[in-house]
């Protein structure tokens, strides 16, 4: 099929490289000409396992990017994958939706005039962005049928499909997903999407617009709230000196629970969580209904920076004019996703507290440098370590699992895990967040 990948973010740049990789023609658009340059270039816009390899071999010949829509409507299907942030209160910020689903339209009007377009030329587009229930009803289709001058669901098709991908692990979730949700307006823009996932060898959800549209956010209310109780429970076991982790181990056997997101710590960030749970609770409200518990789930998270930076205050006795080396600016390992990452509270307390930021990050320096302009960023956990006051460590990343002999270097040895991976030393003064 020929498709087109609308926003090459994360979802867009994985969702092209993988179709490419299915032997697809895949066209990118973004209006961020840096990024369709770079793509152009073979060189994916985010950092992913995986990802450049399937650049390098794909680029100029079944993957290619431009800047504007005029080709989209030469494809079968339009994968829209804009990004939809948090706006004022939490709600959805739906402008790049709202202008992709303009040009869309624009597209598919101009395609109309040029080629006379019959019965047999149904555009489908996807919607891939994570958007509230009713988005793509009440939103995108009057927009699209607007600026085409053509009906939904008798000129062109609209499905809501959802993406369930993690990041680190985005090329490996895309081709092995644990099911493929369709949402569709009707029968034939649902076949259409439905038959580019033929062999996937998982269970295929067919349903409505607003169901698929909910389902993503059930699904991420869930993980957020496995978490948000994981930590809960981990800051009981602190006050009761029980390791959560052996807690939550026993607890994941069961099958009805599953070990998955139970690991207490530093809580949950990135481009998803905190913005889904905020948008539904806004949605909700809305709608005249106050989700308690997933306010909850959010208070939780807010709570678990600043138990950190407690901790630490109440280990050094203040923290102006300290020197505090942060190991980990990633929302989470294997990325270099900076996006509500929870070393950005961390950070701004102790800032705002006097204290001194040294930070380093396998993959995210550079993220966190239009952050956190003022900040030192170091090449190596050695060099960030040394003559710190304390350290505190915010993401998983493998390779602080192997430090060792690099604390010697520090002026305190003082080590604060907000995600269990440092092997404690004898001669470090450990501490868990909720272990
Ligand atoms: P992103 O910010 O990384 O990428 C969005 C891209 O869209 C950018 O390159 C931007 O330049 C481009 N863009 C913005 N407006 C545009 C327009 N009008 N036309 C063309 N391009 C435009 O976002 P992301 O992380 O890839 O997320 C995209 C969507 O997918 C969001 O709704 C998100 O919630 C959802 N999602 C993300 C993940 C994830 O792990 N990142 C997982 C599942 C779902």
Not at 108 to 129: F, G, P
Not at 164 to 192: M, Q
Not at 278 to 299: C, F, N, T, W
Not at 348 to 353: E, N, R, S
Request: hydrophobic share 40%; with cysteine.
């Amino acid at each position: 099929m020929n498709i087109c990948i609308i926003g090459t973010g994360y979802v867009g740049s994985v969702t092209a490289a993988c179709l490419a990789e299915l032997g697809h023609g895949v066209l990118c658009i973004d209006v961020d000409a840096e990024k369709v340059d770079r793509v152009n270039a073979g060189i994916p816009p985010i950092h992913e396992a995986g990802l450049e390899e399937l650049f390098q071999k794909h680029i100029g010949k079944r993957l290619r990017a431009v800047a504007d829509y005029t080709p989209l409507a030469d494809s079968d299907i339009s994968f829209i994958c804009v990004g939809t942030p948090s706006a004022k209160d939490g709600e959805i910020d739906l402008s790049a939706i709202k202008a992709a689903s303009r040009d869309i339209g624009t597209s598919l009007r101009k395609e109309d005039r040029q080629r006379h377009s019959s019965s047999e030329n149904y555009h489908v587009i996807a919607v891939k962005s994570t958007v509230v229930p009713e988005t793509a009803r009440n939103v995108m289709v009057p927009i699209i049928e607007k600026y085409s001058q053509k009906k939904a669901g008798r000129d062109f098709g609209i499905v809501v499909n959802p993406e369930f991908l993690r990041e680190g692990r985005a090329v490996h979730d895309f081709t092995n997903p644990d099911r493929i949700v369709i949402g569709e307006l009707d029968k034939r823009s649902g076949e259409v999407v439905a038959q580019l996932y033929e062999g996937f060898g998982c269970p295929l959800i067919r349903t409505d617009l607003k169901t698929a549209e909910m389902i993503k956010y059930a699904s991420n209310a869930f993980l957020a709230t496995k978490i948000s109780f994981a930590n809960d429970i981990g800051n009981i076991c602190k006050e009761l000196g029980i390791d959560t982790y052996d807690v939550m181990h026993a607890v994941g056997l069961d099958r009805r629970i599953s070990p998955s997101f139970l690991r207490a710590g530093a809580g949950f960030g990135g481009s998803c969580f905190p913005k889904d749970v905020q948008a539904l609770i806004h949605k909700a409200e809305e709608l005249g209904y106050r989700p308690k518990l997933l306010r909850s789930v959010m208070d939780v998270n807010e709570g678990q920076p600043k138990r950190i930076v407690r901790m630490l205050e109440r280990k050094l006795g203040g923290l102006a004019g300290m020197k505090i080396a942060i190991l980990g600016l990633a929302f989470k390992n294997d990325t270099d996703d900076v996006r509500e990452s929870r070393a950005i509270p961390v950070i701004k307390m102790l800032t705002d507290k006097g204290a001194k930021v040294f930070a380093y990050d396998p993959a995210a320096n550079e993220n966190m440098h239009s952050v956190f302009p003022n900040i030192r960023y170091h090449s190596s956990a050695k060099d960030a370590l040394k003559d710190a006051d304390a350290c505190l460590v915010m993401t998983e990343w493998d390779e602080f699992k192997k430090l060792d002999g690099e604390f010697k270097v520090m002026k305190n040895r003082i080590v604060i895990d907000g995600r269990k991976v440092i092997t404690p030393r004898k001669d470090i003064d450990y501490e868990g967040l909720c272990w």
